[in-house]
């Protein structure tokens, strides 16, 4: 059972930027799909972005496009969230993913990811 493990939330003024990350535990990291999702208070957990295993392709929520970027380095195990130009709409608790399935293509659809991390708060204030 992979682990996933993030970091790099914490509390920024608007307009600031953050970059997330995502460890995964084991050997089979690079050949699975990864995604960032999120989830404010009241509210249902929502796709943020995602990365294919090859990194040859990515796709972006729409409220994020332009701002956020999302990579991956196979050598880490590692997925990545850049996030700038943040705003108060974007503070939720971010969660890291993987999609079941190996080589499969990207999804934005929370029940595709099989494996996900505890999650990491991220606020951004006026």
């Known amino acids: 059972q992979v682990q996933l493990v993030e970091s790099g939330g914490g509390l920024v003024q608007a307009g600031g930027s953050l970059r997330l990350s995502c460890i995964a535990s084991?050997?089979?990291?690079?050949?699975?799909?990864m995604g960032w999702f999120r989830q404010a208070p009241g509210k249902e957990r929502e796709f943020v972005a995602a990365i294919s295993w090859s990194s040859s392709s990515t796709d972006y929520a729409d409220s994020v496009k332009g701002r956020f970027t999302i990579s991956r380095d196979n050598a880490k195990n590692t997925v990545y969230l850049q996030m700038n130009s943040l705003k108060p709409e974007d503070t939720a608790v971010y969660y890291c993913a993987r999609k079941s399935g190996i080589y499969s293509p990207l999804s934005i659809r929370p029940a595709d990811f099989g494996s996900w991390g505890q999650g990491t708060q991220v606020t951004v204030s006026m």
């Open positions: 084991g050997r089979s990291f690079s050949i699975y799909a």
